[in-house]
Each structure stands twice: as structure tokens, then as C-alpha cells.
């Protein structure tokens, strides 16, 4: 289920609707549901064409290369805080 944008400004009643903050919120829960209802449809075309072994090896995949250039990103950060 994809939540629109007037469910999310519904749920928040406060007189300070326009808050910058509040706009934060709002934005990251619409783009969190809308690229959830992607990878859903993504899901079920995969489980529909018997491919989500494919799928399943393509997010493999995605996880072990960011993960590896985040230890990279950590690593870097340790060291220059050790040369400081």
C-alpha cells in the first residue's frame, strides 16, 4: 500500500503544519513509500516470472558492494582520526 501524501498531512495535526521539520518527515515517509511499493513490484514481477533467484543474487550482490565501500568509508574516517 502506497501512503499519499494528504494521509500523511492528515495524520499530523499541529498549527504548525508548515514547520521545516515536519516537511522533513513528511518527504522521507512519502519517498520511503513510494520506493517500497518499486521494490514490491519488483518482488512480485520476480515471483510471477520464477526468477527471484536472480533478484535475490542482484540485492546480494548491491549489499556486499556497499557494505565493502562503507568498511572503506570507516576505515578511512579511523585513519584520518588517527593522524589528527
Do not use: P, W
Amino acid at each position: 500500500m502506497i501512503i499519499s501524501d494528504l494521509y500523511i498531512i492528515g495524520e499530523i495535526q499541529d498549527n504548525d503544519l508548515y514547520n521545516a521539520k515536519i516537511h522533513l518527515v513528511i518527504n522521507k515517509k512519502v519517498k520511503y513509500a513510494n520506493r517500497f511499493g518499486k521494490i514490491k513490484k519488483t518482488l512480485n514481477i520476480a515471483l510471477d516470472l520464477r526468477c527471484k533467484e536472480k533478484l535475490i543474487n542482484i540485492i546480494t550482490g548491491f549489499i556486499n558492494q556497499k557494505k565493502t565501500l562503507l568498511e572503506d568509508v570507516n576505515n578511512d574516517n579511523n585513519n584520518n582520526t588517527y593522524l589528527r
